[in-house]
């Protein structure tokens, strides 16, 4: 099947019992036996539950995985991956990584003795001199939050793998419509299908999609023993969302690629951040692992204060200010002290975040009246 037809029918079954063409919310706690251990395949609503069965098999098609296990949030699903490892392990990140992400890592986790290192890998090779004997996970973002650097994900899992090092993909912000890491090497892709997965910016919900089935086997415990579960009528709005996925996202990305030119010549704008440029860094890296740019855009200003930043993004009205993205509404965030407050400013501003950096989640509204709109706030 190809994804369009995927969305739409992977893992969807009408329901015996009714012939319903939905599936339906099973909102149950329990499963009546007929005598102990005799039942229909489900006993409690922690282990499984039907709505949440078929959410995993399509997501699982969607990143042509074997399994996919589905959380409570994005930050549940990252809580799962951590505990396959033990104290004393190590893991090696991205530098500009998800704010929540680096926050668990460092502040619940590094409590637990494991440590976490970040690093420089859009150039892959670097990747070769932070790695050491207690690495046990290299966990990458691409496009990475809010900068859009390229990591290149079959060079970084191969050398991962050459090592005995197991991988795992943020692939939120390419959603899997536009990247499958799984294809390229990885071990485990996760969703925080909060953002473009849901796409309607109702539902908080995360998954894991994996094609082993031993490292299944193991999440599928870590997800019953941690009890991290989403509830079914969540569950339910994620199958929602995603029947349209490759629509929102293709819309997206083009209003994207017009607002990133729209900017790029715009005399108040110092610099966009977008990896559809040619002149991007990792341009050809994006051009091969991914089937469009992406519908995110940063930028910065040419008078680079934070009252500057401060007044654009009270002055959209089209673009919410808002943290998250991936909806079908537009959003204007500002890192610094919304998504990335966790990140210490030093760090921060390293990698190029600075206090005037805007971030944008594109929607799929019209192009021109998303342009107005932020024409308008650059006069204000
Ligand atoms: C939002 C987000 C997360 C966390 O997901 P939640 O669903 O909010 O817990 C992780 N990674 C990225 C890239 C995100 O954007």
Redesign the pocket.
């Known amino acids: 099947m190809k994804f369009a037809t995927k969305v739409i029918h992977a893992g969807i079954e009408p329901d015996p019992s009714t012939g319903a063409i939905m599936t339906p919310i099973f909102q149950t706690s329990t499963y009546v036996q007929a005598a102990p251990g005799d039942h229909k395949g489900y006993e409690y609503a922690r282990t499984q539950n039907p709505t949440r069965t078929a959410l995993e098999r399509n997501l699982a098609a969607l990143e042509n995985g074997t399994d996919a296990i589905c959380f409570s949030?994005?930050?549940a699903a990252q809580d799962a991956v951590i505990k396959l490892l033990q104290t004393g392990d190590e893991i090696v990140s991205v530098n500009d990584l998800?704010g929540?992400?680096y926050r668990q890592m460092v502040r619940v986790y590094g409590q637990w003795g494991l440590k976490s290192k970040f690093s420089n890998l859009y150039d892959a090779n670097n990747l070769e001199s932070a790695i050491s004997s207690a690495t046990k996970l290299v966990w990458i973002?691409t496009p990475t939050?809010p900068m859009l650097n390229i990591v290149d994900i079959q060079a970084i899992c191969a050398i991962a793998k050459r090592h005995g090092i197991l991988t795992c993909v943020?692939n939120?912000?390419a959603s899997p419509y536009l990247q499958n890491p799984l294809d390229l090497g990885a071990d485990i892709v996760l969703h925080?299908a909060?953002?473009y997965i849901g796409g309607h910016s109702d539902v908080?919900?995360?998954c894991l999609i994996v094609k082993d089935p031993g490292l299944a086997a193991r999440l599928r415990f870590i997800q019953n023993a941690s009890g991290a579960v989403p509830g079914p009528q969540d569950c339910f709005l994620i199958l929602r969302g995603i029947k349209t996925l490759h629509l929102r996202v293709e819309r997206s990305c083009e209003n994207a690629e017009r607002i990133a030119y729209f900017l790029k010549s715009h005399p108040k704008v110092a610099k966009v951040y977008w990896p559809g440029f040619e002149e991007h860094p990792n341009h050809e890296v994006a051009k091969r692992q991914m089937k469009l740019f992406g519908a995110m855009v940063s930028f910065d200003l040419v008078e680079n204060t934070e009252a500057n930043a401060r007044t654009i993004l009270s002055s959209t009205h089209l673009f919410s200010l808002a943290e998250?993205?991936g909806g079908v509404e537009s959003l204007i965030g500002h890192p610094a002290s919304m998504t990335h407050a966790s990140i210490p400013k030093e760090d921060r501003l390293k990698v190029g975040l600075t206090d005037s950096l805007i971030r944008l989640s594109v929607g799929v509204e019209d192009a021109d009246d998303l342009i107005n709109d932020l024409e308008q706030a650059l006069q204000q």
């Open positions: 949030s994005g930050l998800y929540g992400s973002e939050n943020d939120t912000f925080s909060t953002k908080v919900h995360g998250s993205l």
